[in-house]
Nanobody
Framework: QVQPVESGGGSVQVGGSLRLSCVST????????MGWFRQTPGKEREFVAS????????LYADSVKGRFTISRDHAEDTLYLQMSRLKSEDTAVYSC?????????????????WGQGTQVTVSS
């Protein structure tokens, strides 16, 4: 089964940092753009960040710009999301996704493979 698998979530205090990782299983995603999305109960899935297949052209939601950094390691076939200066409103399930295309995108429907997600809880 082809699916990205996330790790690195957990509980952290406001102002703290976490790094999420996403690895592929079953196939490589190195030739695809990748993205991070998040969701809280009762709300729609929200775009967080995206990166193109080369590891460039990052896109960020305004709410995380300047605090989160998306990156990828082709040798390890891994996607990362470094989250700093976390706020309580960052609490959500974070999922990574592999795009159908090579260019970074904010649009969920352009993503083909989705992980199950990892919980991030930020408390004061």
């Amino acid at each position: 089964q082809v699916q990205p698998v996330e790790s690195g979530g957990g509980s952290v205090q406001v102002g703290g940092s976490l790094r999420l990782s996403c690895v592929s299983t079953g196939r490589t995603f190195n030739n695809r753009a990748m993205g991070w999305f998040r969701q809280t109960p009762g709300k729609e899935r929200e775009f967080v960040a995206s990166i193109n297949w080369r590891g460039g052209s990052p896109l960020y939601a305004d709410s995380v710009k300047g605090r989160f950094t998306i990156s990828r390691d082709h040798a390890e076939d891994t996607l990362y999301l470094q989250m700093s200066r976390l706020k309580s409103e960052d609490t959500a399930v974070y999922s990574c996704a592999a795009s159908k295309y090579q260019s970074s995108s904010v649009r969920p429907y352009e993503y083909e493979y989705w992980g199950q997600g990892t919980q991030v809880t930020v408390s004061s």
